[in-house]
């Protein structure tokens, strides 16, 4: 069911490094890419989207990456912070079409103080 | 503003039994998706409620079903439980007939014995 692949399964950054999570999809009918951010004991929380009519999103630190010919889709945290381990997952989906949304496997990413 | 409520928070099963799992949507969305979430995935997509229907349903065995009341809240039934549904199950709900503005519940773990 998984059409959505995400790498890395871990990541390891030092604080004020960059975390870079990629993620590649198969269907070219999505049209909308969130990244959620969780933290344990929590469900997913919607950090920063993107659709495919642009190549870049930036919110703060978090940046997406879109590059719609390749099928790929990045997420770049720029400073990393330790209140920044959690875990990411990629998603993508079919907007105004009440279709589900596929996630990736997920990142824990941990932010060395 | 409450968010996604769900409850209970844990919940212990033994095999073969049955369970029934509540979520309330965030204020203003009327549509309702519920996920099952295995330890170290990806959330994976049961099925979504729209006005009171089943609307779309992933790859789940018929033991999995569910209900939306008038009210917008909804529940996820699962009949003869097996180990494997040990999951953290997420409602998220969403802006009527989209994706967009996708609010998740924090969840409830449910372990089967």
């Known amino acids: 069911q998984q059409q959505v692949k995400q790498s890395p399964q871990s990541l390891i950054v030092q604080k004020g490094g960059i975390s870079i999570i990629n993620c590649a999809y198969e269907n070219t009918a999505f049209d909308y890419f969130p990244w959620y951010q969780q933290f344990p004991g929590k469900g997913p929380a919607l950090l920063i989207a993107?659709?495919?009519?642009?190549s870049e999103k930036k919110e703060g630190r978090f940046t997406i990456s879109f590059n719609k010919s390749a099928k790929q889709f990045s997420l770049h945290i720029m400073d990393s912070q330790p209140g920044d381990s959690a875990t990411y997952f990629c998603?993508?989906?079919?907007?105004?079409?009440?279709?589900?949304?596929?996630f990736g496997a997920g990142t824990r990413l941990t932010v060395k103080p | 503003d409450a968010g996604v409520t769900q409850s209970p928070t844990h919940l212990i099963k033994t095999r073969g039994q049955q369970v029934t799992l509540r979520c309330s949507p965030k204020s203003g969305h009327d549509t309702v998706s519920w996920y099952q979430q295995a330890l170290g995935q990806g959330p994976q997509f049961i099925f979504q409620?729209?006005?009171?229907?089943?609307?779309q349903r992933g790859n789940f065995p018929d033991r999995f079903s569910g209900h939306q009341f008038p009210n917008y809240s909804s529940e996820l039934n699962v009949n003869a439980l097996l180990l494997g549904d040990s999951a953290l199950y997420l409602c998220a709900s969403s802006l009527p007939g989209t994706v967009y503005g996708y609010t998740f519940g924090s969840g409830t773990r449910l372990t089967v014995v």
């Open positions: 993107i659709r495919p009519d642009v």
């Open positions: 409620y729209y006005e009171e229907e089943e609307r």
């Open positions: 998603a993508a989906s079919m907007s105004n079409n009440n279709n589900d949304m596929r």
